[in-house]
């Protein structure tokens, strides 16, 4: 299977959290579309605490809006401006909303034991158990 998700995907949302968010607080995402775009989006966080939206809304309506499918995902937060970045695996929501994309979309996770480096996995590995294959082959493959 190839990889798409790499360093250059990851920079970019690094580079999104520094210039949108600088010395502070911030979550960003970037991802890669099936044809290679990369589209970016930051969390929202209105002053209604339970409107906010996970940094990858934006990117994932994004890519709705524009007919693309995507294929990768990466998330970096941090908590204060001296903070490290860390690598966040997409949240049980964000999950469901890639899974429209299908189960080999690739999400960048951070390694175990340190936070600010990243993992590539599918998101069949983040979720072995996903609900919908209940519905599939008894084998469970798409
Ligand atoms: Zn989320």
């Known amino acids: ?3 798409n998700l790499d360093q250059a995907l990851v920079d970019v949302a690094i580079d999104l959290l520094e210039k949108r968010f600088p010395g502070e607080e911030g979550i960003a995402a970037a991802m890669y ?3 290679k775009e990369i589209l970016t989006s930051v969390f929202f966080e209105p002053e209604w605490g339970s409107g906010m939206l996970c940094a990858e809304t934006g990117a994932i309506c994004e890519a709705e809006k524009l007919s693309k499918r995507i294929v990768a995902s990466v998330c970096v937060s941090r908590q204060t401006g001296s903070s490290p970045i860390l690598i966040l695996t997409p949240c049980g929501i964000c999950q469901e909303r890639l899974f429209h994309w299908g189960q080999d979309v690739e999400v960048a996770v951070p390694t175990i034991g340190d936070g600010t480096k990243w ?4 998101l069949k590995e983040v979720q072995p158990y996903y609900w919908v294959n209940a519905f599939k082959q008894p084998d469970g493959r798409k």
């Open 1 to 3: 299977m190839a990889v």
């Open 33 to 35: 579309t099936n044809d």
């Open 119 to 122: 993992d590539v996995k599918t």
